[in-house]
């Protein structure tokens, strides 16, 4: 896959973004620095990269706004989000269940619980990549990334 069939820039569009915890803001500063050094993004409409991309929530749906780096229009892509209420539900929880045992937990419990959020955040990146196939070819750590986002965006209080 050639080096420009990747995301070099990704915003979030967070107009009903509400304050979230220091926790989270890490992990979507991660997700975000990860996805630009390495990914793997490539629109089957048109396009030919880097690209530019805005995620945001729509009327139930993830929006994917590709756009060219200088800023022409590549495609808008539609996934919607109902294949991934119980997993993002269960992903939440299992986070917070995680965030509350790195304060006090034996390192075994921890593992366990971070396994168990490990294996829900594969769930719902391999249900993503499946959800895109047909638009735009990720691999699976882009996918994982833009999970990330995902629940981020979902975020709502």
Excluded: W
């Excluded at 939440?92 to 304060?103: G, L, R």
């Excluded at 034996?106 to 490990?118: H, L, N, T, W």
């Excluded at 719902?124 to 965006?153: H, I, M, P, Q, Y």
Aim: proline share 3%; net charge negative.
């Amino acid at each position: 896959m050639s080096e420009t069939f990747r995301i070099s820039k990704i915003d979030l569009d967070e107009r009903s973004v509400v304050r979230r915890a220091p926790e989270v803001e890490h992990e979507r500063a991660v997700a975000i620095f990860d996805l630009i050094e390495d990914n793997m993004f490539a629109p089957k409409t048109n396009g030919s990269g880097p690209f530019h991309v805005v995620l945001s929530l729509e009327d139930n749906r993830l929006v994917f706004d590709v756009r060219e780096e200088d800023g022409v229009k590549v495609d808008r892509i539609l996934i919607a989000l109902s294949g991934f209420k119980r997993i993002v539900k269960d992903y939440f929880e299992v986070c917070e269940s995680y965030f509350e045992a790195i304060k006090t937990a034996s390192p075994s419990k921890i593992e366990a619980i971070d396994m168990g959020r490990r294996g829900l955040h594969n769930e719902g990146s391999e249900l993503l990549r499946e959800r895109l196939a047909e638009k735009v070819e990720v691999d699976f750590d882009t996918a994982r990334r833009l999970f990330t986002l995902l629940c981020v965006l979902q975020i709502r209080g």
